[in-house]
């Protein structure tokens, strides 16, 4: 049974830090490209860091480029976002998401998602 599960979410002052985690299994974690994405009230699902298999490339959206890292375990079958210098405006659900390109289409999981709220 595949399962992907976010922990570390919660509530943070403007300006400090959380790091979430993204437990993966019942499928193979290395092979996967692993993806954070986020929601917020009223808002469509945005994508905010994006690590291919074995790390060899990372990306994120330029509104959490510098502030945020993603990086992944996958003897451990696990994703992480370090966010740092957090803003009201990262206040979202912060989704996981793993992503395998077949011939013809993908293969994805998603989890259930972690809220995030970056308030004084």
């Known amino acids: 049974q595949v399962q992907l599960v976010e922990s570390g979410g919660g509530l943070v002052q403007p300006g400090g830090s959380l790091r979430l985690s993204c437990a993966a299994s019942?499928?193979?974690?290395?092979?996967?490209?692993m993806k954070w994405y986020r929601q917020a009230p009223g808002k469509e699902r945005e994508l905010v860091a994006w690590?291919?298999?074995?790390?060899?490339?990372?990306n994120y959206d330029g509104a959490v480029k510098g502030r945020f890292t993603i990086s992944r375990d996958d003897a451990k079958k696990t994703m992480y976002l370090q966010m740092n210098s957090l803003k009201p405006e990262d206040t979202a659900v912060y989704y996981c998401?793993?992503?395998?390109?077949?011939?013809?289409?993908?293969?994805?999981?998603w989890g259930q998602g972690t809220q995030v709220t970056v308030a004084s």
């Open positions: 998401n793993a992503v395998f390109s077949l011939r013809f289409g993908t293969r994805d999981y």
């Open positions: 019942g499928f193979t974690f290395r092979d996967y490209d």
């Open positions: 690590i291919t298999p074995a790390a060899t490339s990372t």
